[in-house]
């Protein structure tokens, strides 16, 4: 059955009402969060692991790809109305966009932003659905020696993708890998580091920790900083529809920042930040009205904005096919996959089928449905950036502590008539990790990457020595093992010299516009 069938089949699944609202609720959701500040897509996802945890894998993870879209789209309004980028990936946009929004251009910039999220969004995900095939027929050759390299690889791209420092990156991993060693060892049967806690022979809870880190540790976070300063958000004025001129100067931005966005976002250690400074660095070059850029040059909406989204579904190339995240969403989507028993990589293509393809058709209409949601509703996503701070975080905290009793709320601490449930212990716990972790600029995702691949690197090793009758030589004996190291290497080097070739581009363009 070829890509054609597949996807047509996937988009058959997609369109079952079911899905189609989980898609909805997804976008909607994601463009929420997208447009308020501080709160992502994998603090969303993270918080909804636990309320799905008994729902329908399928429309479960429909819903999760929706939000990790609709994220994307929505962090273009907070940057150019409030000139408050939600991440890093959103700087870029903030830089033309805000100044477009001062001119009363504001509909313009958030016009050549959706749309030009749309079409990134619409080319990668075809290109997700035909390069997936080719990456899981390679993989299907992999041995236990194999595996353990790739999950090697993986957790060096976690230690140089997130955060500035990889060794800040290093030690967020191994937290990770620490509480990875926690439970009974599945080949000997031994308990490790469980300290007599019965609740801690099955491990840690992969959910648990990541609604701690996520929502309980920028909670914490956020209360915690007194020099919050309320921003101004610029109104819309005049029209959201774009010019004739406008359109000529964005369309072929939108197709170079999905040219660029979409690879990138499929290294290894690549990222949206990675593309959009690149495609504005890419924007400058081409522009016939170079004046214009650092005043509020459509173009450098457009294109930063195309390479953003099209990175996404590039990350999910690796997501899907390898079991490799590459982003913090990605990373909690990971989990997810694990929360309904499933396990992304080679097999899931083989083994769930239906699932996937469903889940990259929905892909598709998720497009189509946030290009109806931004354009005609930008009124309400601006609303929402009035939303007071105190009722937003106090919310999350309640929704965190009822999903977790809803998913593990089995109570089994207390002394005499006073019982608390031991997650919420954990919840709790980690949530205090979570914000030391942020308040000294450790990075988050590796934590839980290493939650998640921890023991199935240890697994793999093992099995690979037992092959070997414990000869270490069998691990560097592969010519895929030895490619994936080689790999791995440059997972450490090429992101650090894209970052400062980009935005030092960007940076020195920017102090000459000023000069």
Same mark, same amino acid.
């Given at each position: 059955?070829?890509?054609?069938?597949?996807?047509?089949?996937?988009?058959?699944?997609?369109?079952?009402?079911?899905?189609?609202?989980?898609?909805?609720?997804?976008?909607?959701?994601?463009?929420?969060?997208? !447009?308020?500040?501080?709160?992502?897509?994998?603090?969303?996802?993270?918080?909804?692991? #636990?309320?799905?945890?008994?729902?329908?894998?399928?429309?479960?993870?429909?819903?999760?790809?929706?939000?990790?879209?609709?994220?994307?789209?929505?962090?273009?309004?907070?940057?150019?109305?409030?000139?408050?980028?939600?991440?890093?990936?959103?700087?870029?946009?903030?830089?033309?966009?805000?100044?477009?929004?001062?001119?009363?251009?504001?509909?313009?910039?958030?016009?050549?932003?959706?749309?030009?999220?749309? !079409?990134?969004?619409?080319?990668?995900?075809?290109?997700?659905?035909?390069?997936?095939?080719?990456?899981?027929?390679?993989?299907?050759?992999?041995?236990?020696?194999?595996?353990?390299?790739? @999950?090697?690889?993986?957790?060096?791209?976690?230690?140089?993708?997130?955060?500035?420092?990889?060794?800040?990156?290093?030690?967020?991993?191994?937290?990770?890998?620490?509480?990875?060693?926690?439970?009974?060892?599945?080949?000997?049967?031994?308990?490790?580091?469980?300290?007599?806690?019965?609740?801690?022979?099955?491990?840690?809870?992969?959910?648990?920790?990541?609604?701690?880190?996520?929502?309980?540790?920028?909670?914490?976070?956020?209360?915690?900083?007194?020099?919050?300063?309320?921003?101004?958000?610029?109104?819309?004025?005049?029209?959201? /529809?774009?010019?004739?001129?406008? /359109?000529?100067?964005? /369309?072929?931005?939108?197709?170079?920042?999905?040219?660029?966005?979409?690879?990138?976002?499929? @290294?290894?250690?690549?990222?949206?930040?990675?593309?959009?400074?690149?495609?504005?660095?890419? &924007?400058?070059?081409?522009?016939?009205?170079?004046? &214009?850029?650092?005043?509020?040059?459509?173009?450098? !909406?457009?294109?930063? &904005?195309?390479?953003?989204?099209?990175?996404?579904?590039?990350?999910?190339?690796?997501?899907?096919?390898?079991?490799?995240?590459?982003?913090?969403?990605?990373?909690?989507?990971?989990?997810?996959?694990?929360?309904?028993?499933?396990?992304?990589? #080679?097999?899931?293509?083989?083994?769930?089928?239906?699932?996937?393809?469903?889940?990259?058709?929905?892909?598709?209409?998720?497009?189509?449905?946030?290009?109806?949601?931004?354009?005609?509703?930008?009124?309400?996503?601006?609303?929402?950036?009035?939303?007071?701070?105190?009722?937003?975080?106090?919310?999350?905290?309640?929704?965190?502590?009822?999903?977790?009793?809803?998913?593990?709320?089995?109570?089994?601490?207390?002394?005499?008539?006073?019982?608390?449930?031991?997650?919420?212990?954990?919840?709790?716990?980690?949530?205090?990790?979570?914000?030391?972790?942020?308040?000294?600029?450790?990075?988050?995702?590796?934590?839980?990457?290493?939650?998640?691949?921890?023991?199935?690197? &240890?697994?793999?090793?093992?099995?690979?020595?037992?092959?070997?009758?414990?000869?270490?030589?069998?691990? !560097?004996?592969?010519?895929?093992?030895?490619?994936?190291?080689?790999?791995?290497?440059?997972?450490?080097?090429?992101?650090?010299?894209?970052?400062?070739?980009?935005?030092?581009?960007?940076?020195?363009?920017?102090?000459?516009?000023?000069?």
């Amino acid at each position: 059955m070829n890509t054609f069938e597949l996807l047509g089949q996937g988009l058959i699944a997609a369109l079952q009402w079911q899905n189609l609202i989980y898609a909805l609720i997804g976008v909607t959701l994601g463009t929420a969060v997208g !447009v308020l500040p501080g709160i992502g897509p994998a603090l969303t996802v993270a918080l909804l692991l #636990p309320v799905t945890y008994k729902l329908d894998p399928a429309g479960s993870l429909i819903m999760f790809a929706g939000i990790y879209y609709g994220g994307m789209y929505g962090g273009s309004t907070t940057s150019i109305l409030l000139n408050t980028p939600g991440e890093s990936a959103s700087i870029v946009t903030a830089l033309e966009g805000n100044k477009m929004a001062r001119k009363g251009r504001g509909g313009p910039a958030l016009a050549t932003a959706a749309i030009g999220s749309f !079409v990134a969004g619409l080319i990668a995900t075809l290109g997700l659905a035909f390069i997936a095939p080719f990456v899981v027929r390679f993989a299907l050759s992999f041995g236990p020696a194999d595996y353990f390299a790739l @999950m090697v690889l993986a957790f060096v791209t976690v230690s140089a993708a997130f955060g500035d420092s990889a060794l800040r990156g290093l030690t967020a991993l191994f937290i990770g890998l620490g509480l990875g060693l926690i439970g009974i060892d599945l080949q000997s049967g031994q308990t490790r580091l469980a300290f007599g806690v019965m609740d801690l022979l099955d491990g840690i809870e992969v959910t648990t920790l990541a609604v701690a880190l996520f929502a309980i540790g920028e909670t914490l976070k956020t209360a915690s900083d007194r020099e919050q300063v309320a921003a101004k958000v610029m109104a819309v004025k005049g029209s959201v /529809w774009m010019t004739l001129g406008d /359109w000529k100067r964005s /369309w072929a931005a939108w197709l170079r920042g999905t040219a660029i966005g979409f690879p990138i976002g499929a @290294m290894p250690a690549g990222g949206a930040d990675v593309a959009s400074f690149l495609s504005y660095s890419a &924007e400058k070059s081409f522009t016939k009205h170079p004046e &214009e850029f650092g005043n509020g040059a459509i173009e450098g !909406v457009a294109g930063p &904005e195309a390479a953003n989204n099209a990175s996404a579904a590039g990350t999910l190339v690796p997501l899907l096919t390898l079991g490799l995240p590459t982003t913090a969403t990605a990373a909690i989507m990971l989990a997810g996959f694990q929360q309904f028993g499933l396990q992304p990589g #080679p097999l899931l293509f083989a083994n769930n089928a239906p699932l996937v393809w469903a889940l990259i058709a929905s892909l598709l209409v998720a497009n189509f449905m946030l290009l109806v949601l931004n354009l005609p509703l930008i009124g309400l996503w601006v609303k929402l950036l009035t939303v007071p701070k105190p009722w937003l975080y106090a919310g999350i905290l309640v929704f965190a502590t009822l999903g977790t009793l809803g998913a593990n709320g089995a109570m089994s601490m207390g002394i005499g008539p006073v019982r608390i449930s031991f997650e919420l212990v954990l919840l709790l716990l980690f949530g205090i990790l979570g914000y030391f972790l942020r308040r000294f600029s450790y990075p988050i995702a590796p934590v839980v990457v290493g939650l998640i691949l921890g023991p199935m690197a &240890e697994q793999q090793l093992r099995r690979a020595l037992a092959i070997s009758q414990g000869d270490p030589a069998i691990l !560097v004996n592969s010519p895929i093992s030895m490619v994936l190291y080689v790999v791995a290497l440059i997972a450490v080097g090429l992101p650090l010299i894209l970052r400062l070739r980009g935005k030092g581009k960007v940076l020195g363009q920017l102090a000459s516009d000023e000069d």
